[in-house]
């Protein structure tokens, strides 16, 4: 396979599972830095894989897929994948993808457990060395991206990010043509949080400028 190959040459350990239950069954009871996704598997397809899995995980997860639409991916991003690329693509581009989730992911770890601070807002509570988000003490799951989205947005309260400046600084490639992915996890973050904070969200929507993290 030589999505392996070329991920073995940038010296990443790959396991290749071509059966969906057998890789649900290995994502969710195994400890990996990142998962790979074809959306079209014997068994279970990748979509519902996804489901199963963030329901019980926040690996970091790249759907690959034949399907171009834009419903398909925008329905990728929101069951929680990370990123989604179609098929055939640049392998330039797909380790270019790879390493910049598995880089920025470790970033971020690293800078988070470096630090000390929480970050406490109106019924909002950030903590960022457990990775966890609570409103008004209740418990908020949020897969890796969507942590990070909001992580980065309210620590910089009030100041507007565009779509592109926030795929730099969440994802960490071209955002040309992928805007999209940002939309889908603003949405996802939002509703999570309205579900327990009394229909508040925090995200604002500045009308052809971006988004920004707000208590008002």
Known sequence: ???KD?????GYDVKIINSGIEGLNEAV????NLIVLDI???GIDGFRILKIMREKTDIPVLLVSAKALEIDKIKGLGLGADDYITKPFNFNEFLARVDAHLSRYERLTEKINGGS???IFDGLLIEPQQRKVFVNGNEVFLTNKEFELLYHLARNENIVFSKEKLMDAIWGYDSLGETSTVTVHVKRVREKLEKVSCGKSYLQTVWGAGYRFSVE
């Not at 009871?29 to 990996?32: G, L, R, T």
């Open 1 to 3: 396979m030589l999505e």
């Open 29 to 32: 009871n195994n400890s990996y």
């Open 6 to 10: 070329y991920l073995e040459t940038r």
């Open 117 to 119: 601070g929480k970050l």
């Open 40 to 42: 079209m598997l014997p």
